[in-house]
DNA sequence: CACATGACTGGAT
DNA sequence: AATCCAGCCATGT
């Protein structure tokens, strides 16, 4: 197992999140065996650019997206959840538990 | 090698 | 409910 795993992996479940859906850092960590190391799965996503990871489906467990000053564009983030039919408030996640993807569960 | 920072989280105040 | 503090781990200075 190699650094590069690591960041496989996470690149990997990323992919795997529905449309219309979104998931945070401490859940994919805690899938991958590593829950104490929510802020290494930001930092996998880190280097997700060029690679095809919907990354902005990808926020704290507070439903905030932190991560949208990585995008670029700091609206873009925001804009693609909308446009995916998530509402989003003020860099929020509004209805969290209802869009909420957990892999441990629903990746059974 | 020591210290600071960060796309985090959970518990304490 | 809002804010603060400590734990985690990789990367940069």
């Known amino acids: 197992m190699d650094k590069t795993s690591f960041f ?5 479940v ?3 999140i529905p449309s219309g859906r979104v998931t945070s850092y401490g859940a994919i960590a805690e899938y991958l065996g590593a829950k104490r190391s929510a802020r290494m799965v930001g ?3 880190n280097g997700s650019g060029g690679q095809s990871i919907p990354a902005h489906r990808v926020v704290n467990r507070n439903g905030l997206l932190t991560g949208k000053t990585h995008f670029g564009e700091p609206n873009k983030m925001e804009r693609l959840l909308v446009d995916e039919g998530i509402s989003v408030v003020e860099n929020k996640i509004q209805d969290f538990d209802q869009v909420f993807w957990d892999p441990a569960i629903e990746l059974l």
Not at 8 to 12: K, S, Y
């Open 43 to 45: 930092w996998a996503l």
């Open 14 to 16: 990323v992919r795997l």
């Open 8 to 12: 496989n992996d996470v690149f990997e």
